[in-house]
Structures are given as structure tokens and as C-alpha cells.
């Protein structure tokens, strides 16, 4: 059974834009322990404010390669990444498990073939510790795809160069940006099913390639697999480490995962849940069945332990308010604070959500209901006396700004005559 041992922290640095290298002393005498395969992760271990979390790094290095390294992304509300990009220092003891996991070359001895691999994001760890193993034992060729939204969040960029600079023959790197265009088309956009196709026709032969390696987010993995496999590529050969999971509970693929965190492979045998059909007609029993078994935890940081080892994620639901009030929201700018106009302040989502770390202007002060009316109504092309009519008859709602805001504004008349002032000349 793997045992933890506590490995010193040589160096954290930053990688990628949010992304951070940590390379792991292994003292000599662990050394046959830590060797591992390549493609293979790591388990570690720490305290976060009294409470255990374990969480799944693949290596980067080539098994044999000293010092080991991992490099984690930095996810915004990440317990283990942000411990450890921001708390983790050269010296620190790091509670690390030895490398376990099948994402490995299966076919090391064989003559030197074709290898191809599909990374996205930080999918891309295992697979360069899998690239730079094959080549370095003789492969004729590897291809490898890896799709990002821009350079910028390319993980481990300068060491796949550096890999391309020593086997420039026999290495062929082949970035995909959806988010940063390209010269050539065909590498604008994601790593999906189509992209796969235009990329067999045209730089490798699927038969003939001897083993794939495919690492990414979950639909990414389906994408590439199942189009591989339409390509007649025996599954056999297609080798997919996942690492975020969706957690339906009647997949395929993942009701599996939920057995092995509940340590109950006898429900494969179960009749009732034999195929996903028979385990949604007896949802509720399986529902319960995983539900117990959750309650049997006091603690849910075990809990979290126990389903990460199983790869599924752990959440906690949330109500809107609590939400926009984590530290998440702040991070984002997903809610502002803006004024009420009344000498008061209340808060808004942020414009708009974002998913980059761009800044964007603050939002501007809220319209009272109907401010606008005249404005919009007179863009739309319909006349003073029209907007005037509608105002009469209710149809458009009519809004008495507070005095205050008027007198600010020096529009003591109230929003319909600033609008009117405002409006395009061409409305009469
Ligand atoms: C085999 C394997 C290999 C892996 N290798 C790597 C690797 O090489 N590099 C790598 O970066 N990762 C890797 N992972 C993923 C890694 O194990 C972790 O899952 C990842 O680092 C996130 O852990 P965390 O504790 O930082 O985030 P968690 O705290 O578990 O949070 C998970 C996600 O939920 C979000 N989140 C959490 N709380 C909230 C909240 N309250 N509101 C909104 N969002 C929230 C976080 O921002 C994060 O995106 C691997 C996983 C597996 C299974």
C-alpha cells in the first residue's frame, strides 16, 4: 500500500499566467518508491485551517527524472492550489503520495512508432511527462495537440519548446487557441470532434498511430475519443486521464466512480443498476443508497477526500446572497457595489461576468424604473407626441426622479424633459 512521505519543497514558481511549478526533493533512499511510470500523479497531502485535503497532481517529469515536479493551476476558489501557490515555500515539508495511475505508454519496447497526444489546459502535465518519455526512448515521431484559450494560459510552454529544440525531427507541436487567433484556421477554436477529423486527414494516419494520449476537460476527452474511435483507432490504444468529472450518478463512466468511493462494487451486480437505464428507473433506491452512505460522515472535509479519490467533485450549494458575498465574487468583480441615487448604496452583478482577468470599468449608476422610456422609445423612431400619449394612457410608465437627483442634475422637470434634450434630432 502507498504510504505518504514528507518531500521538501525546492522551488514554486510561476508558470504560465496562473499556473505554479513545484518542484519535490526525493532523498535517495525513497527513490525506487517515487520513480513511478510516466503520465502517472501524485497524491498530496496538507493541512488547510485544521482541516486534511488531498488532491491529484500529475507529474511532469520523465519517471527517473530528480527533482519530481507538479505544476498546478491556480484556481480562483481552490483549496489546494492557492495553498499551495501562495502558501508553499522552498524548504517546506510537502506530504506527498508515491505515483500511481494507467495513463502510461503501454508499448515502451516495441519498435519505434507513431505516438499522438490531445491536451487541453492543464491536461497537458501528464501528457508531457508521457511525450518526453516516449522520445526519450526512441519513438520515430509524436505529435501532440494542445488547445488553450491564448498563449498566455499555456502551462509549461517553455519546456515543451525546449523538448521541441532537442528533437526537432521527431517532435511535432501543434498549439490550438480558441480565444487568440491564428494564421491558420485550423487552429482557431477547441480541440472538439471536427478538429480531430481535419487534423487525421491531414497529419497522421489514425491506424497507424501506435497509442493516443488524451487529457482535458471531461468533454473534451468524449470528443476526441469517441471521433478517434470513429476513425477506426481501437480503443485499446486510446489512453484518457480525466481530471474534474461530471457526477451524474446513472452514467456510465460514472457510476463506476461512485461504487469506488463508496467501496461498494457488489451494486455492479446489482440487477437494478446493471445499465444506465435500469439505474435511472431505480434512481430513488440508488439516490438513497448513496445518500446514506454520505450521512455516515460527521466530517466533510473525509468526505472530500474519499469522492477526490474516486475523481468526483465535491460542492457546496449556495443561495445568491451568500454567493455574491464569497471571496469568489470579489476575485471576479462578479457584484458591484453602485449607488442608489438616494444617498445610499446597494449591489449589482458585475457587467459583464467575466472570464478573463481583463479590468472593466465600473459600473455606472442604476436607472430609475422608466428613466429611459423617452429615450429608448425616441430611438425606436416614435414621435414626442406618440412617447406623450403613451405616458397618458399608462402604457409607458412615468417616473418622478427624487428631488435631490433633478436638482444634481439640473434637471428640475424630471427625466422626461432631460430625455427630450437628449434626443436624436431627427425625432420631432
Ligand atoms: C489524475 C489527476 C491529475 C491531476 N493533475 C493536475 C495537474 O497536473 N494540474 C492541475 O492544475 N490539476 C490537476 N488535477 C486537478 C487537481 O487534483 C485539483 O482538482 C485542482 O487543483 C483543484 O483543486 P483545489 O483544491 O485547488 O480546488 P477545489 O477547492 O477542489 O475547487 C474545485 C473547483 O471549484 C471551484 N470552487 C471551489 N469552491 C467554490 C465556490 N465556493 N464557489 C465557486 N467555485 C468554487 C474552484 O475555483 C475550483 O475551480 C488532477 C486531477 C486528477 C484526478
Sequence with gaps: MLKFHSLKVAQVA?????AVAITLEVPVELRDEYRGSAGQHVVVRVAIEGEEIRRTYSLVNAPGEWPLRIVPRVQAMGRMSRHLAEQLRPGDLLDVLPPNGSFTPRELSAAPGTYVAFAAGCGITPVLSVVRTLLARGAARVILFYGNSGTGRAMCLEELLGLKDRYLERLSLHFVMSREPQEVELYNGRLDASRVRQFAATLFLPKEVGEYFVCGPGDMIEQVTATL??????????????????????????????LRAMRRADLADDPRFATAAARKAHFTALHHIVQTWILTFSDIGALDAQLDEAKIALGEVRSLKKLSEMEWAEYWGAVQEVSDRSGGTYRLPGRPW???????????????????????????GLSESEIDGYLASGALVSVAL???????????????????????????
Excluded: W
Design 229 to 258: 474511435h470513429e476513425l477506426g483507432v481501437d480503443s485499446a490504444r486510446v489512453h484518457a486521464e480525466h481530471f474534474t468529472v461530471a457526477t451524474s450518478l446513472v452514467g456510465s463512466r460514472t457510476f463506476p466512480l461512485y
Design 14 to 18: 510561476p508558470d504560465a499566467e496562473d
Design 402 to 428: 427624487p428631488a435631490t437627483i433633478a436638482d444634481d442634475a439640473g434637471r428640475a422637470d424630471g427625466p422626461a424633459k432631460v430625455r427630450r434634450a437628449s434626443l436624436p434630432t431627427t425625432i420631432s
Design 354 to 380: 467575466r472570464f478573463s482577468r481583463e479590468q472593466l470599468a465600473p459600473l455606472g449608476d442604476p436607472a430609475f424604473q422608466g428613466e429611459h422610456n423617452r429615450n429608448v422609445f425616441g430611438e425606436l
